[in-house]
């Protein structure tokens, strides 16, 4: 999932420094130095657990009025940990990230 990820954020031509972690996958120590080792960029994991609930509820008192702005809201999302890219794993993820788009090129045909 991480060089998905990565092929993911090329495509959009993301230029963010840093990436919000969400979910299950995002209480994982080990899983989220992965991503921000293949992506090369920060993985900030916020102190609210259940953070897409807290989102579709943060939109729903902007929507009613209990909130005055998405940075009122957004002031609430603090980080609670992160994971800075480790330079020699992300030149190791690199080369394998090369194999992971020629075997996904070979097998896109499968797909369509």
């Not at 293949?38 to 900030?44: E, F, N, S, Y």
């Not at 994991?45 to 209990?66: H, K, M, N, P, Q």
């Not at 609430?76 to 075997?103: D, G, V, W």
């Amino acid at each position: 999932m991480g060089y998905t990820l990565r092929e993911k954020l090329e495509e959009m031509q993301m230029e963010n420094e840093q990436i919000i972690s969400l979910g299950g996958a995002s209480k994982s120590n080990v899983w989220n130095q992965i991503k921000a080792d293949i992506c090369g960029k920060k993985i900030v994991i916020l102190e609210a657990e259940e953070s897409t609930s807290l989102g579709a509820a943060i939109l729903g008192a902007l929507a009613v009025g209990d909130l005055c702005s998405m940075e009122t809201a957004a002031e609430r999302m603090r980080a609670k940990k992160s994971y800075t890219p480790i330079t020699e794993n992300t030149a190791l993820y690199e080369a394998e990230y090369e194999k992971f788009r020629k075997i996904c090129g070979l097998i896109a045909s499968v797909y369509e």
